[in-house]
């Protein structure tokens, strides 16, 4: 009874030790951002965020930046006889990031994130899915339905059309460093954050690398918050739906009406 005892104590002392540590590694790598709310207002196209922190001067440092996640409904077309291209398959990519942007430092991101989705599992010391940074990264914790569909291809041309969106991306080189004072250095990094990144929270997340493995991460939360017509416009949509649908109605209609009028009178005067 006596040795379980033991046992059981120092089984609880290994694991706050084993605990503090990875607290302690954790805390090397610091996060700074500029804001930690943005936003979006009537004329809203997008803006940037600052992020800064520090790091021991012989790691490196990477930024993702990660949206909710949901499942999402594809269309995979294909051609038909042999001629014409239609949809023919409905899938569905299950817990996947609603946005998904990467940033770098030069020398670091040409070598790991150029190819995300193709390489050999033998340059895996150059591959920062282990970091659990990455498209490799995302699409291993995605579920695709049907099974029999082919996740990797179907993830990688959802992944070209968030890119044109803008709300994913590999941004190499965006990652500076100043210069190193007792050990340590600054990092400085400008966020996109594009027009098309809803309402919501986000996460911002450093996790710094040696010799190809993770040794610290560091995050914190962003929210970006509808405000002035943008933010009555959508709470009458959601809180007075009957009211929104009748102001919509006249405004088509007072549209109508006014184009209508503009045409004729441009019509007239040209007899």
Known sequence: MQRKILGLILGILAGLIWGGSVWASAGAVTLRLARTTLYISTFYNGTTLKASGTLPADEDVLLHVIGAKKNVALKVKGKVAGLLWMNKTDVELENTPTVYMVYTPEKVGNDLLLSQLEGDAKALVKDVAMLGVGYKAVVKDIAIKPASADKKFVFGEYVKLMEKAGV????????????????????????????????GKYLV???????????????????????????????????????????????????????????????????
């Open 168 to 199: 994913y991306g590999v941004h190499n080189g965006a990652v500076e460093y100043g210069p190193v004072k007792e050990g340590k250095k600054q990092y400085s990094v400008t966020l996109t954050i594009p027009p098309k990144m809803n309402a």
């Open 205 to 271: 997340e450093a996790i710094t690398l040696k010799d190809g493995k993770p040794v610290g991460r560091a995050g914190q939360k962003i929210t970006i918050a509808l405000s002035g017509l943008p933010k009555v416009i959508a709470s009458l949509s959601y809180e007075h739906s009957l009211l929104f649908g009748i102001m919509a109605v006249a405004i088509a209609v007072a549209t109508g009406l006014l184009i209508g009028v503009l045409f004729k009178g441009g019509g007239g005067g040209a007899h």
